[in-house]
């Protein structure tokens, strides 16, 4: 991260303002920055984070092509552009960009699990697995890697390790949806999957 973006002070009033859910407040101030600096990466990177938690990702897309024009080796660059990739389903170009990221910035929970997801989706599942399980070993109480492997294994129908995930999610976040819905379809499939193997 070059020195000069980082001690921006509207950068990291725009940090605040994203971390207080004020997404339209956290784009303009970025965009102030870019009326006197265009080649502020980082500004782009905001505005496209921001952007992508306002799930309008053509303009999060737009605005992190505009941050690698910049820094093409910028891993927040990558990352974001990989995870908007992966909202939309285009998991090749999800996979390449957070490969990307994962070689600037290696062993990054967050990186990884984006990455292991995308993989997975990509139709290399089991090695989105074994990175997916690398992301949970590096924080293993972060309930969004929970929740991913989980469905992973869920997918695989390996119903006793998603169910564990699912549990583990629950301990740390009491009132986690996702976990709560994942469990019981957990529990549904595993019911259903029985009687068919009684049938066989």
Not at 38 to 52: K, V
Not at 67 to 88: E, I, M, P, Q, R
Not at 173 to 179: F, L, M, R, V
């Amino acid at each position: 991260m070059p020195e000069e973006t980082k001690t921006n002070p509207l950068i990291e009033e725009a940090d605040k303002k994203k971390s207080e859910g004020k997404h339209m407040e956290a784009i303009r101030l970025c965009e102030k920055i870019l009326t006197s600096d265009l080649s502020c990466t980082e500004a782009y990177e905001e505005i496209g984070d921001n952007y992508l938690s306002l799930r309008k990702y053509d303009k999060a897309e737009k605005a992190l092509k505009q941050a690698l024009k910049v820094d093409k080796k910028s891993a927040n660059a990558n990352y974001l552009l990989g995870f908007v990739h992966s909202c939309t389903g285009q998991w090749d170009k999800s996979v390449d960009l957070l490969e990307m990221a994962d070689s600037v910035y290696p062993n990054h929970p967050e990186i990884l699990r984006c990455l292991g997801w995308s993989m997975y989706h990509h139709g290399q599942r089991k090695r989105g697995v074994i990175i997916l399980e690398r992301s949970l070993f590096l924080a293993p109480n972060d309930p969004l890697i929970l929740n991913d492997l989980g469905v992973c294994y869920l997918n695989e129908k390996e119903f006793d390790r998603s169910s564990q995930l699912f549990k583990k999610t629950l301990q740390v976040e009491p009132d986690n949806q996702k976990a709560k819905e994942c469990l019981n379809a957990v529990k549904f499939f595993q019911r259903e999957f029985d009687k068919l193997k009684k049938k066989k």
